[in-house]
């Protein structure tokens, strides 16, 4: 198989740079070299949820407090966070979401597929504006961009990670 | 938080030795590893394996457990799975179906995404939050000795039951029941409600 | 109903009340009020800055002021919350418990009812006990109050001790006058901001 991506860690530095402070996350295959990054330094928080939806709410809280930060997800979970979204929404909270996709590229699992496709339309029927990457050298770029778009231009934006990035699994014998 | 007793149980053995008097049990598998454990055990068509909906498990449960008042339901799911549906504990506890048991196969760990810890590896006591939602029968099993009576609990005492079984985060083979969702439905029914 | 949970043999506590006997020590403390009744009843104290009223969606309170707590780890951030507000976000508190922010309390006002729906009951008057879920989530101290001096004895508990805090106050379905309360999250929420960083 293909060695680790470097991506996350370019992420990473985009992150830092961009001011986020608090990075909240469900674990997500996709995100596991991320969300180890964020757990290993000190200059950031990272708050693992029990469900997605407390981190938009997170997040809310975080911006009120005067702290940037980003919500790290799989597509599964953009189904969870809809109705919190209203709150980012309507209180016009800058907010900067990752999304690992499934459900879209060589998906083995079925039941991932109605949530992933429909991730985009979903995000994007509350108002939040979606970018999405499915190569690995502009991944980088594209969440330095979104995040200048989240806490400089005042949005909620998610960067949704094309599953053909990911190395989709494959269990079928 | 403090610390926690030595866990050696295998996870495979123990949905093995829950599921061996499962009789005509209905059972409903949180996604991953619980579902790869309840397939190893034998495949069943009253065997409802869910894919996805991750939090959705105990209530898939409820629901059965509310249509069918005569038949037992087990509901075995993961410490990250509950988690994530940790609400329906209350859920269920108001309803108080005698007939509902959820087992929770508790490795510590988030076993699809990497293995990353979950709640309940710093501290975070599920039987306890079933308890104060109101689920009497909730218990932690943290070694072979307490398992026959868990299992017991789980398959015939009065419900709702819960128990959390600690197990290592060792991981075990893979064992790929049915995902197919629309299939899984039809054989589940036939078996239970007979041919349309 | 749920047969062993310990009752209190009558609520007699009245929400206005203890929320305008708690506010009266807030300090600087920042509040963050779930949707509801939790809203006026802390309005009714004053309308202030440092108050963050949530509105139409439920089961963020908790999650709101744990995010202002970690960004202001100086200021004590009070969640005020109901009953019906707290379970729909439930799972907040294992993740809270988990990092364990020590300039965070939560108050939740359990009336037993979704105040706002037409007061059906919540899953608390079947015998849910939020205090003891907040214990087995790892909150280090929680509190179940049925009465003043149980409300007296928490102050220092709400705005002082090491946290996270969490406590259960029993009220009657009894509702003081509904203020007019602004809905506009812009402004309450850049108002907010304004005073925990003062600045813009």
Redesign the interface.
């Known amino acids: 198989m293909a060695s680790p991506p470097d991506w996350p860690d370019t992420v990473f530095g985009a992150l830092k740079d961009a001011g986020v402070r608090q990075v909240a996350y469900v674990p997500d295959a996709g995100h596991a070299r991320l969300i180890e990054l964020a757990r290993g330094d000190n200059a950031v928080r990272a708050v693992p949820l029990t469900a997605e939806q407390e981190g938009v709410a997170l997040l809310g809280g975080a911006w009120l407090g005067g702290e940037a930060g980003a919500l790290l997800m799989q597509s599964s979970g953009v189904g969870n966070v809809i109705n919190m979204l209203g709150m980012s929404a309507e209180c016009r909270f800058p907010l900067l979401m990752l999304v690992t996709m499934r459900g879209e590229w060589g998906e083995f699992n079925p039941w991932q597929v109605p949530m992933g496709q429909a991730t985009q339309a979903s995000l994007e029927a509350v108002g939040v504006i979606v970018q999405r990457v499915d190569d690995a050298d502009s991944v980088a770029e594209t969440v330095e961009a979104a995040a200048r778009m989240a806490f400089q231009g005042g949005r909620m934006v998610a960067v949704l990670i094309g599953q053909r990035l990911l190395g989709a699994k494959n269990w079928d014998k | ?1 403090g610390d926690q007793p030595e866990i050696t149980l295998d996870r495979r053995a123990v949905v093995a030795r829950i599921l061996k008097g499962r009789a005509d049990t209905l059972v409903v598998t949180g ?1 991953g590893a619980p579902s790869w454990d309840t397939a190893a055990a034998g495949d069943r068509a009253d065997n409802f394996y ?6 959705g498990a105990a209530a898939t449960g409820l629901g059965l457990a509310l249509a069918q008042p005569g038949r037992r339901v087990l509901v075995i799911t993961g410490d ?1 799975e509950m ?5 329906t504990l ?2 269920i ?2 309803q ?1 179906p005698a007939n509902l048991a959820i087992c929770v196969i508790d490795n510590q760990r ?1 076993g ?3 293995m ?4 309940t590896a ?8 079933a ?4 689920i ?1 029968d909730a218990a932690t099993v943290w070694d072979e000795s307490a398992l026959d009576t868990a299992a017991a609990a789980l398959l015939g005492a009065p419900g709702p039951v819960f128990v959390a079984i600690k197990v290592t985060p060792a991981e075990t083979p ?1 064992v ?1 029941p049915l ?3 629309l299939a899984l439905k039809h054989r589940f029914r036939e078996k239970l409600l007979g041919k349309a | 109903m749920a047969g062993t949970q310990n009752k209190p043999a009558a609520i007699t506590l009245h929400r206005r009340a203890v929320v305008t006997r708690i506010l009266r020590d807030r300090g600087d403390a920042a509040l963050v009020c779930g949707i509801g009744n939790a809203v006026h009843d802390v309005a009714s104290c004053g309308d202030d800055a440092r108050n963050m009223y949530l509105a139409g969606i439920m089961g963020g309170a908790a999650m709101v002021a744990f995010g202002v707590a970690v960004a202001q780890p100086d200021r004590r951030v009070v969640v005020i919350t109901g009953d019906g507000e707290l379970l729909a976000g439930l799972g907040s508190l294992p993740t809270i418990g988990v990092e364990k922010p020590r300039n965070l309390a939560i108050v939740v006002l359990d009336n037993q009812a979704y105040g706002a729906t037409g007061n059906q009951l919540t899953h608390t008057a079947a015998g849910v006990d939020l205090a003891a879920i907040a214990a087995a989530s790892g909150f280090p101290s929680t509190a179940l109050i049925t009465d003043e001096a149980g409300i007296e004895a928490a102050i220092a508990d709400i705005y002082d001790r090491p946290g996270p805090y969490f406590a259960v106050v029993k009220v009657t379905t009894e509702t003081g006058p509904r203020l007019d309360v602004s809905r506009d999250g812009t402004y309450i929420s850049r108002r907010f901001r304004a005073a925990m960083t003062g600045g813009g």
């Open positions: 938080m996604l869910l894919w996805g909906g991750m939090g990250g988690l994530m549906g940790v609400g209350a859920t506890a108001v108080r988030y699809e995404t990497g990353q810890e979950t709640h710093f501290g975070v006591d599920l039987a306890a939050m308890r104060g939602a109101g009497e893979m790929l995902r197919d969702g």
